[in-house]
């Protein structure tokens, strides 16, 4: 179950996802949080120059250094990894060991706010 930690953001429904639909074809699906469905990297946290491991600090990007949205997406860098993050919508999710080994080495198509040190096993590169 997931705990509502804080957001910025409403939290998007089933209804608020737009659809392509008839006659009026859109040419970007958005969601309701106003971040484009296909994900694109445009840019990295030019603090680090690495694959980031967090030891007491969570790791939140500067301002500026993220989407439009204020989220930004992670790469996972270690094998069986867990990672725990603060996703777009201020619930805290559990990325496992099986996910990260799926998505290792890509971009794992979560808009996050936050990374948590507690908790998180592995390193990571951060996208947005």
């Known amino acids: 179950m997931s705990q509502l930690i804080s957001s910025p953001f409403k939290k ?3 209804g608020d996802m737009f ?3 008839g006659m009026a074809v ?3 699906l958005k969601d309701v949080l106003g971040g484009l469905i296909n994900l694109q990297i445009v ?3 030019p603090d680090y120059s690495g694959p980031i491991t967090l030891t007491v600090d969570d790791y939140v990007p500067a301002e500026g250094n993220v989407n439009p949205d204020g ?4 790469i996972p860098e270690t094998n069986a990894a867990t990672y725990i993050v603060g996703l777009a919508d201020g619930t805290q999710f559990t990325i ?8 290792l080495g890509q971009l794992m198509p979560y808009r996050l706010l936050k990374v948590f040190a507690s908790g998180t096993t592995g390193a ?3 996208v947005y």
């Open 71 to 74: 989220t930004f997406f992670i």
């Open 26 to 28: 859109m040419s970007q």
């Open 43 to 45: 840019g990295t946290d």
């Open 12 to 14: 998007p429904e089933c």
């Open 124 to 126: 990571f590169s951060v």
């Open 96 to 103: 496992t060991a099986a996910q990260t080994t799926a998505f």
């Open 19 to 21: 659809t392509l639909g």
